[in-house]
């Protein structure tokens, strides 16, 4: 089993920064992805961005390229999504989430490829 735990979220104002970090633990695998997601209030919950943990190569929401950066630390097992020049519409329950077969041959950007899920942590961005 994979242990996931999300921090760092918070009420922020517009054009502020917040960096949520994910702490790892548990089983290990040798091939897998450290995604971010986010659920805003009566929407359905969509792909942030995702970061191949062997080689750092990342992927992002189109929407969401140039202001978050997902990044990792192989030594702490931990991921992180670095957001700036935060919006309203960037409110949000944000989610980390871990691929555990993942090939690296295309981004996974689907729920439906992550099998270990944090409990999220509160984004919200005020206008």
């Known amino acids: 089993q994979v242990q996931l735990v999300e921090s760092g979220g918070g009420l922020v104002q517009a054009g502020g920064s917040l960096r949520l970090s994910c702490a790892a633990s548990g089983r290990t695998f040798s091939n897998y992805a450290m995604g971010w997601f986010r659920q805003a209030p009566g929407k359905e919950r969509e792909f942030v961005a995702q970061i191949n943990w062997s080689s750092g190569s990342t992927y992002y929401a189109d929407t969401l390229k140039g202001r978050f950066t997902i990044s990792r630390d192989k030594a702490k097992n931990m991921v992180y999504l670095q957001m700036n020049s935060l919006k309203p519409e960037d409110t949000g329950v944000y989610y980390c989430?871990?691929?555990?077969?993942?090939?690296?041959?295309?981004?996974?950007?689907?729920?439906?490829?992550?099998?270990?899920w944090g409990q999220g942590t509160q984004v919200t961005v005020s206008s």
């Open positions: 989430a871990q691929a555990t077969r993942y090939t690296g041959s295309s981004p996974y950007t689907g729920e439906e490829k992550y099998a270990y």
